[in-house]
């Protein structure tokens, strides 16, 4: 599977922006799906997550309540809408597929495949 991840950019404080991780290669249904970032001196951390089915999703508390994850089958594509967005958000952010068969979903040994990231970043 390739991922490929866009949508990044420049926003204020407050702001808007929604990510969009592409597949192609095979289809994603059969994979849970999740958001990573790192910024820059920090660990990649865990944003949000979606299972298979779409029945389950994952938010860091961090982001929880401004970011909303999302699926779309027939497009192939996984969305990461993020409202109000704060300073603390910037980083490149990355989309991964993966298996709970590997691991819970909020772990980065979840995933066996890497988009190469997209950089947001929240500025005035």
């Known amino acids: 599977v390739q991922l490929q991840a866009s949508g990044g950019g420049l926003v204020q404080p407050g702001g808007s922006l929604r990510l969009t991780c592409a597949a192609s290669?095979?289809?994603?249904?059969?994979?849970?799906m999740g958001w990573f970032r790192q910024a820059p001196g920090r660990e990649r951390e865990f944003v949000s997550a979606i299972s298979g089915s779409g029945s389950t999703i994952h938010y860091a508390d961090s982001v929880k309540g401004r970011f909303t994850i999302s699926r779309d089958a027939a497009k192939n594509t996984v969305h990461l809408q993020m409202n109000s967005l704060k300073t603390e958000d910037t980083a490149v952010y990355y989309c991964a597929a993966g298996s709970i068969v590997r691991g819970p979903l909020r772990e980065t040994r979840a995933y066996d495949y890497w988009g190469q990231g997209t950089q947001v970043t929240v500025s005035s």
């Open positions: 290669g095979r289809t994603l249904n059969r994979y849970g």
